[in-house]
């Protein structure tokens, strides 16, 4: 299987040194060039010598959002931001994904395994070597990580310390949250492997609880609020052993 040739383009040299070490660290991928001029840039991509570009959204010369447009889709993309607000555009250009600065490794390479799986569909998921496995991000960092879900017409940010549990229903999957109930074409396994497994649990077929968020336990039954959530047969285990891990 060939290597994923990626490309880093960003005006701020520290950005650029932090992805070119990610990449260094994923066995499928090959950094062919790391640049802060992006019509350098934006040269590479229409001679066709990438296959994955990641890129800032505000710079100078050119922006991220008109490099894509100019692009028109000869590689994928990946946008790297510190601001949050440009997700709805880029999105709707169908970037592969949307990495907030500062990036941490973990949340990288789930980004890089959905551009594998586009530009590679027949390749196998690779792990995360065990040394990257050890990092760990802070476990108040919680309180800031969010999502960005479609909905309707609209991309919505939900933040993960408000999700009460994701109800599955066919093609489509309910958010819950204290103030809403959020909508989304979506399936229970993509949800629940973007959600990091220390705060989410899936315990049904068609549920996904958040363990921050149960308020009592009573056999296979999980009391959230006054939502009773069934605990199946196939999840029972699982669960069951990470909440006699935390009990005291």
């Not at 960003?10 to 950094?31: M, N, R, T």
């Not at 792990?127 to 999502?147: C, K």
């Not at 109930?181 to 705060?199: F, G, S, V, W, Y």
């Amino acid at each position: 299987m060939p290597m994923i040739r990626c490309l880093v383009v960003d005006d701020e040299p520290l950005a650029l040194h932090i992805v070119e070490d990610y990449i260094s660290k994923v066995p499928f991928l090959q950094l062919v060039k790391s640049t802060t001029n992006p019509i350098e840039a934006l040269t590479l991509v229409q001679q066709g010598d990438v296959d994955l570009v990641f890129l800032d959204v505000q710079m100078p010369e050119l922006t991220g959002i008109q490099f894509l447009k100019i692009a028109n889709g000869k590689a994928k993309v990946i946008l790297t931001t510190a601001y949050p607000e440009y997700a709805l555009e880029g999105y709707e250009l169908d970037v592969v994904d949307y990495l907030l600065k500062p990036i941490a490794f973990d949340r990288f390479f789930k980004s890089v395994q959905k551009a594998q799986a586009i530009i590679q569909p027949s390749a196998k998921l690779i792990v995360i070597p065990e040394p990257v496995q050890q990092q760990q991000q802070p476990q108040n960092d919680f309180l800031s990580d969010f999502i960005f879900i479609k909905s309707e017409h609209k991309i919505q940010k939900v933040y993960l310390r408000d999700i009460l549990f994701i109800e599955g229903l066919k093609d489509y999957i309910s958010i819950f949250t204290p103030a809403e109930r959020i909508i989304t074409l979506q399936n229970m396994k993509k949800m629940e492997d973007a959600l990091p497994e220390r705060h989410f649990i899936r315990v049904h077929k068609s549920y996904i609880v958040s363990l921050n968020k149960i308020d009592s336990i009573e056999r296979s039954r999980i009391w959230i609020g006054d939502k009773i959530i069934p605990v199946g047969d196939t999840y029972r285990d699982p669960f069951f052993k990470i909440i006699d891990g935390k009990n005291i």
